[in-house]
Each structure stands twice: as C-alpha cells, then as structure tokens.
C-alpha cells in the first residue's frame, strides 16, 4: 500500500512539474495576453478602468470630452470653429460651425463621421494600453529590447483584423519587464513596413480617477495633455453648444 502512494504521489509530481514547464513555454499569443493583463492591472485594473465614467483632453488642437458608459462624446476643435456632438455607438447628433447648428443632412453625416474618427484616434493616443485585448485585435509577443533607460521590454506587436478606420497599421508596444507598463511604441503604417513612421515614448503616468493614463508626455509636445477624469459633468456638455 505504501509503495503504491508512493507511485501515485510520484505520478502527479511528475504531472504538476510537466504543467508548470508547459505554463513557462507559452506561445506567443497566450504570453503576450499574460503581459498585456498584467499591464493592465498595473494601471489600476479592468474593475477600475470600467468605473471610469468622464475622461476629458487635449489632443494637438481639440479638445475632447466622452463619456464612457453612454458612448457620447464631444469634439472641440477652434481651428475650423466646428463643435460636434456625437454617440460613437450610433453615430447620432449634431454639429455646430462658427456657431450655428448644421442643418444639411448629408453635411451633418460628415461631420459626425468625421468627429468619431477624431475621437479614435484621439483617445487611442490616451487609452492604447486599455484596447491590447480589444475584439479584432491581434496580440503576439516578438521578443525583449532594451528601451532608452536601460530596462529590458518585452515587445509585442499589434495588428487589427477588420477593426478600426485603419485595419492596415502595425504597432510594436514596449512594456518594462520591472514595471509591468507600456514604455514606448512604434507605428508602421503598413503591416509589411520595415522601419517605423515614428517610435515615442509612453511615459508620465499620473492618476486619473482610480486609474493610471500616461499624458503630458516628457519626450514632446504631441499628444494627450491636459486630461481630467470625472464622475460628474455638466448635462449639455453632450447636447448644446
């Protein structure tokens, strides 16, 4: 009886010990879900991020308001004296030029188009860590690299399968191995580029809420400034001028 526990016992050793090598040698796609949870928890966790109602900032010359439980959002942008009002979900609203409410219909479809593109792209600069496992989106880990700081990254490169206006791009996301965060990242306009149109850093994390963003970067002066992330906002913020 002895000598049969004690083979039994040596079998399910031998099991646990095979699963935890099989658990270190992931592929690519389940090791850069690992990481890409990991960051994401790092930041505040998904609980948190969902929590989130209000975000409102900068981007180049707009400025933006969403909220995130509605789908409503408001694009600001004083250098064509446009204000547009617009559900991401349903593509609903209204716009404003030099102050007067747009009335042609077909002129208003633009503009709301128009304003949802702004507000991708626009936030995508401030929430790209959150959109790692987003449907549509491709996740494998390519390997280490050493960001400008010394510290190993992992390096994972993200591709989109029919998602987004801009199924075609390619990024390569740096996350620091000792701070579990996205460090840098590089945009190839095309999925077969060789070289990058631009590698940035993602730095500056602040508390926004219950959550950490990464604005007001230190490298620039492109991209997401100024954010503030609320509970509360006024009403019309979403329906008037």
Same mark, same amino acid.
């Given at each position: 009886?002895?000598?049969?526990?004690?083979?039994?016992? &040596?079998? &399910?050793?031998?099991?646990?010990?095979?699963?935890?090598?099989?658990? @270190?040698?992931? =592929?690519?796609?389940?090791?850069?879900? %690992?990481?890409?949870? $990991?960051?994401?928890?790092?930041?505040?966790?998904?609980?948190? +991020?969902?929590?989130?109602?209000?975000?409102?900032?900068?981007?180049?010359?707009?400025?933006?308001?969403?909220?995130?439980?509605?789908?409503?959002?408001?694009?600001? =942008?004083?250098?064509?004296?446009?204000?547009?009002?617009?559900?991401?979900?349903?593509?609903?609203?209204?716009?404003?030029?030099?102050? $007067?409410?747009?009335?042609?219909? %077909? $002129?208003? @479809?633009? &503009?709301? %188009?128009?304003?949802?593109?702004?507000?991708?792209?626009?936030? #995508?600069?401030?929430?790209?860590?959150?959109?790692?496992?987003?449907?549509?989106?491709?996740?494998?880990?390519?390997?280490? !690299?050493?960001?400008?700081?010394?510290?190993?990254?992992?390096?994972?490169?993200?591709?989109? $399968?029919? *998602?987004?206006?801009?199924?075609?791009?390619? #990024?390569?996301? #740096? *996350?620091?191995?000792?701070?579990?965060?996205?460090?840098?990242?590089?945009?190839?306009?095309?999925?077969?580029?060789?070289?990058?149109?631009?590698?940035?850093? +993602?730095?500056? #994390?602040?508390?926004?809420?219950?959550?950490?963003?990464?604005?007001?970067?230190?490298?620039?002066?492109?991209?997401?400034?100024?954010?503030? *992330?609320?509970? @509360?906002?006024? !009403?019309?913020?979403?329906?008037? &001028?």
């Amino acid at each position: 009886m002895k000598l049969a526990i004690k083979i039994k016992s &040596l079998l &399910l050793f031998s099991i646990l010990f095979t699963g935890s090598i099989n658990t @270190q040698a992931q =592929n690519p796609t389940e090791k850069a879900k %690992e990481i890409a949870l $990991e960051v994401m928890e790092q930041m505040g966790g998904v609980k948190n +991020w969902n929590n989130t109602h209000f975000i409102k900032w900068d981007f180049g010359k707009r400025t933006l308001y969403w909220d995130k439980w509605t789908g409503d959002v408001r694009v600001e =942008n004083p250098e064509q004296n446009l204000v547009v009002l617009v559900n991401i979900n349903t593509l609903k609203g209204k716009a404003f030029k030099n102050g $007067e409410l747009v009335k042609n219909t %077909e $002129e208003i @479809q633009k &503009l709301l %188009e128009q304003g949802k593109k702004w507000w991708i792209n626009d936030s #995508y600069w401030l929430t790209m860590p959150w959109k790692l496992l987003d449907p549509g989106v491709q996740l494998i880990h390519i390997g280490t !690299d050493k960001l400008p700081d010394g510290h190993t990254a992992d390096v994972l490169q993200m591709t989109f $399968e029919n *998602v987004g206006v801009t199924p075609e791009n390619k #990024y390569l996301i #740096y *996350v620091d191995q000792e701070e579990h965060l996205v460090k840098q990242w590089s945009y190839f306009p095309k999925f077969n580029d060789k070289t990058p149109k631009f590698t940035m850093a +993602w730095n500056n #994390y602040q508390n926004a809420g219950n959550v950490l963003l990464s604005f007001d970067r230190l490298n620039g002066t492109f991209g997401p400034k100024n954010v503030v *992330v609320s509970k @509360q906002i006024e !009403d019309k913020i979403f329906t008037a &001028l």
